[in-house]
């Protein structure tokens, strides 16, 4: 199975700051499978972005994805206080469709 | 609006059976794969199993191979997940998930959960 390895585990930044999540695979995500999820506790998760680089509907151009191969970013351009929850990557190209650890993004 | 309503979750003893449903709303069901992914407590979302439309394909982790089965019924707008041989790592919030519509396997929209518990 494709391994995905989420860094850091833990981002702490204020509000206005930039975020960087790295998300890199064991082996190539099959054509560029890969989503990023935001998940916030007692809600069910929300996709942000797929095929590594879309924007999923009603997602604010503040997110946006990069990468291909076994390197991927998610990049938030300017956090805003709804923005801190945890982050997940996952690929969904190979089964079984694998998530990484998560990324969680809290207030410094 | 799309709507994913899971139930039957529970507490269970080791060894034994559960079946949970998701109840679907608010869009053609039988036009989109889904999926199951669980949250054990303090965990991170793992991905269970999956299955197209029409059935026809089926995919689950190795964890729960040959334990669960995953199955659905576009009559009843229906997803099902029937698990036995529960053991405790089992435990976990389970969700079930739409795949985006013209999607491969990303995920658009997510129940709230069903809380499946494995005690003695």
């Known amino acids: 199975e494709i391994v995905l390895t989420q860094s850091p585990g833990t981002l702490s930044l204020s509000p206005g700051e930039r975020a960087t999540l790295s998300c890199r695979a064991s082996?190539?995500?099959?054509?560029?499978?890969l989503a990023w999820y935001q998940h916030k506790p007692g809600q069910a998760p929300r996709l942000l972005v797929y095929?590594?680089?879309s924007r999923a509907a009603g997602v604010p151009d503040r997110f946006s994805g990069s990468g291909s191969g076994t390197d991927f970013t998610l990049t938030i351009s300017r956090l805003e206080p709804e923005d801190f929850a945890v982050y997940y990557c996952?690929?969904?190209?190979?089964?079984?469709?694998?998530f990484g650890p998560g990324t969680k993004v809290d207030i410094k | 609006e799309v709507q994913l309503v899971e139930s039957g979750g529970g507490l269970v003893k080791p060894g034994g059976s559960l079946r949970l449903s998701c109840t679907a709303s608010?869009?053609?069901?039988?036009?989109?794969?889904m999926h199951w992914v669980r949250q054990a407590p303090g965990k991170g979302l793992e991905w269970v199993s999956s299955?197209?439309?029409?059935?026809?394909?089926?995919y689950y982790a190795d964890s729960v191979r040959g334990r669960f089965t995953i199955s659905r019924d576009n009559t009843k707008s229906s997803l099902y997940l029937q698990m036995s041989s529960l053991r405790a790592e089992d435990t976990a919030v389970y969700y079930c998930?739409?795949?985006?519509?013209?999607?491969?396997?990303?995920?658009?929209?997510w129940g709230q959960g069903t809380l499946v518990t494995v005690s003695s």
């Open positions: 998930a739409r795949v985006r519509e013209r999607g491969f396997a990303e995920l658009d929209f």
């Open positions: 608010g869009f053609t069901f039988s036009s989109y794969g």
């Open positions: 299955i197209i439309p029409s059935s026809t394909f089926i």
């Open positions: 082996r190539s995500v099959s054509s560029n499978y």
């Open positions: 095929g590594a680089s």
């Open positions: 996952q690929q969904y190209g190979t089964s079984p469709f694998t």
